[in-house]
């Protein structure tokens, strides 16, 4: 018998979302998500005089997703119309545009029951700046969505991730498994239903990478590796089901343009746009305690950067890439056991004693490409703060740009000062590039303790970036 005490009632009707697939010949290719009720199927949507039907992706709890592969204009004033309604879109990416970048979209426990009007306050602000000044493109950097407590879905994934230890009948596996799917596409049904997410999601195209809380807390760094066990493998396919759905409008065996393995083992993407290039490898995929990526997916990222790429590229790390080294304080966790249930959040980081070489060869690979003449910039998120740092090389300093969360509460402003204590000593992992941490624009602290979304603008050829802070409000602009 199925358990579904903890799945939650989600709604039924989603869409349409909408997903940057590439940029060629003038026209941008989007894919658009809708979600109906199993027997509805939903009508066509009409862009530019082309009417597109629905293809039917999958089907869970009686609700079927549907996909329509949509071609616009690179213009500044295009759209489309569905079910009666019009929904402009900002498909220019050629000259002046906007991005905006959030990470975090959500908290561990309990985020289903928080007030909408606190939840989503961010998206809110973000909606208003798009109604005055349009975004071309929306990034997601990681946590769209926090689907820990999918593992209260089945009576044999409560105890997670101690459960994955236990040895399961097959039967019980296979209810396990379904359970889990059920979860997982009911807590992403929630999230993107929110009106301030769906407003957005129906008029920005998105491009997305995940990070841990979309599969599972510390996915890839838990410390017994329950990743590896049946249960985890199930657990794991649920949830990448459903993010190949949910944050890219497809299903397996139909990746998308643009991927960096072609297999499909790794779920990193490259999308070239008219001079930017954006990278986001998948630093979740094939990460273990003593890994960050497989050396094919570091090998297939290697040759994507090596083809060449626009005068700028944006590389998303889910995980900051620049940042103070914490493997010390990793170290001495280690010999205290009532710290031992942080050590797999330290194990997330690049820092981390374990990554260090693997951190040290992304590092050069990034300044080889700034100092040949490709500005590079990296988006991070995953700390619940703000902040930014700067790696020095030849051709001057390659950015790391940090903004998070969108919906997650900012912890203590005591917690953002003892990391800014530890990033005052600097860090040079590679010799010849020292790396420094410094406080936003206008602002004092290295981190800053507010809620935050990232606005990157290109005018007149040149980028500049900006912080909108819950509290504080938008920062100046930095020229990267």
């Not at 626009?310 to 009532?338: D, K, Q």
Request: charged share 25%.
């Amino acid at each position: 018998m199925r358990d579904t005490t903890d799945i939650p009632e989600a709604p039924d009707r989603i869409g349409p979302v909408l997903v940057l697939r590439r940029v060629a010949g003038g026209r941008a290719e989007l894919a658009a998500l809708v979600l109906r009720p199993e027997g509805e199927t939903p009508g066509p949507i009409t862009a530019e005089g082309a009417t597109v039907a629905p293809r039917r992706r999958a089907a869970c709890d009686g609700v079927a997703a549907y996909r329509y592969d949509l071609s616009l204009p690179v213009d500044s004033a295009t759209g489309y119309r569905f079910e009666g309604r019009d929904y402009p879109v900002s498909t220019d990416v050629s000259g002046e545009m906007r991005i905006a970048f959030v990470s975090c979209n959500g908290e561990e426990h309990g985020d289903l029951s928080r007030a909408p009007a606190e939840r989503d306050a961010m998206w809110a602000r973000l909606g208003a700046r798009h109604r005055a000044a349009p975004f071309s493109l929306l990034l997601h950097g990681g946590d769209q969505l926090y689907a820990d407590e999918v593992t209260g879905a089945h009576p044999a994934t409560r105890d997670w991730p101690r459960a994955a230890r236990r040895a399961l009948a097959p039967e019980t596996l296979a209810e396990a498994a379904d359970a889990l799917r059920r979860a997982y596409w009911a807590r992403y049904r929630d999230a993107l239903a929110r009106p301030d997410v769906a407003w957005l999601a129906a008029r920005v195209p998105s491009l997305a990478i995940w990070d841990d809380h979309d599969i599972c807390d510390g996915w890839g760094s838990l410390l017994h590796g329950e990743e590896r066990t049946p249960l985890g493998r199930a657990l794991f396919a649920a949830a990448r089901e459903a993010y190949l759905l949910f944050q890219h409008a497809t299903v397996a065996g139909d990746l998308p343009p643009g991927r960096l393995d072609p297999t499909g083992a790794q779920l990193g993407w490259r999308v070239d746009l008219p001079g930017l290039t954006l990278i986001a490898p998948d630093l979740r995929s094939e990460r273990t305690r003593r890994r960050i990526m497989s050396p094919e997916a570091r090998g297939a990222l290697r040759a994507s950067l090596a083809a060449g790429a626009a005068e700028r590229v944006l590389l998303i790390s889910s995980v900051p890439l620049l940042g103070p080294r914490l493997s010390l304080v990793e170290r001495a966790m280690r010999l205290t056991p009532w710290m031992e249930k942080y050590e797999d959040d330290l194990r997330d980081q690049w820092q981390s004693y374990a990554h260090r070489a693997e951190w040290r060869r992304m590092l050069r690979a990034l300044a080889r490409l700034h100092e040949a003449g490709h500005a590079v910039t990296v988006l991070s998120g995953e700390i619940h703060l703000a902040t930014r740092a700067e790696m020095a090389t030849a051709a001057g300093p390659l950015h790391q740009l940090v903004a998070s969360g969108v919906a997650h509460r900012a912890p203590p402003r005591a917690y953002a000062d003892v990391l800014g204590t530890l990033a005052r000593f600097g860090e040079t992992p590679v010799p010849g590039h020292p790396i420094r941490l410094g406080p936003l624009p206008g602002a004092r602290r290295i981190y800053t303790a507010e809620r935050n979304v990232l606005i990157l603008r290109r005018a007149s050829g040149a980028w500049r970036a900006a912080w909108d802070l819950e509290a504080s409000g938008e920062t100046p602009e930095l020229t990267l």
